[in-house]
Structure formats: structure tokens, C-alpha cells
Nanobody, 122 residues
Framework: QVQLVESGGGLVQPGGSRSLSCAAS????????MSWYRQAPGKERELVAT???????VYADSVKGRFTISRDNAKNTVYLQMNSLKPEDTAVYYC????????????????WGQGTQVTVSS
């Protein structure tokens, strides 16, 4: 059984910072990409940032230069450092991790975190 546990959401003032984390636990073989998505009220879920096991990153245009995704492979944990937050960053943030569960079996199992609310408001 694999579980993703997120933490770090909350209320932040505009211009402030917040850090999210998502830890994968359980029994599995390997993780390549780890991503953060977000969903604002009335909107579709959108990709925020992705990081590979080698450290390559991709960001949504709306967060480039403000958000930083990082990971600790030894802890199977992905982080999202959010700076210069804007009210439009208000959303539920989800981590997404496709996992190879067994050696020799290339199929991926797809896991989502439980979501953590980030509210940017004065």
C-alpha cells in the first residue's frame, strides 16, 4: 500500500511565502517524476510544477520565478516553496506521483495526495 501525505497549507498574506511537502510511504520499487497540481474553486485542476528523479523541472508560466519545486529522493518527498504569493494562487494543492511498484514491471500506479488548502488573502 502506497500513501502520499501532504502538509504545509494555510492562510498567507499577499506577497508572503509558504512551503508544502508531500511524502510517499509504503512498499514500491521506484519513483521518477513528482508533481504539484492545484485546483481553484470553479476551475479545472492544473499542473503547477514537475520534477524528475534527476532534478529537471518544469513550471507553469503563472508560477515561474516565484515557486520552486525540489525533492529528497532518500525520503521520497517532494516540496513546493511558494514565494511572492498572489490571491490568484489560492487553491487546493495536490501532489501527484506515478510509482513503479515492482522491479521488472514497468506499469505505473498513480497516486494523489489528499490536498492541502492554500489561501492568499489579507
Amino acid at each position: 500500500q502506497v500513501q502520499l501525505v501532504e502538509s504545509g497549507g494555510g492562510l498567507v498574506q499577499p506577497g508572503g511565502s509558504r512551503s508544502l511537502s508531500c511524502a510517499a510511504s509504503g512498499t514500491f520499487f521506484s519513483i521518477n517524476i513528482m508533481s504539484w497540481y492545484r485546483q481553484a474553486p470553479g476551475k479545472e485542476r492544473e499542473l503547477v510544477a514537475t520534477i524528475t528523479s534527476g532534478g529537471s523541472t518544469v513550471y507553469a508560466d503563472s508560477v515561474k520565478g516565484r515557486f520552486t519545486i525540489s525533492r529528497d529522493n532518500a525520503k521520497n518527498t517532494v516540496y513546493l516553496q511558494m514565494n511572492s504569493l498572489k490571491p490568484e494562487d489560492t487553491a487546493v494543492y495536490y501532489c501527484y506521483v506515478p510509482i513503479q511498484r515492482r522491479f521488472g514491471d514497468s506499469r505505473l500506479s498513480h497516486y494523489w495526495g489528499q490536498g492541502t488548502q492554500v489561501t492568499v488573502s489579507s
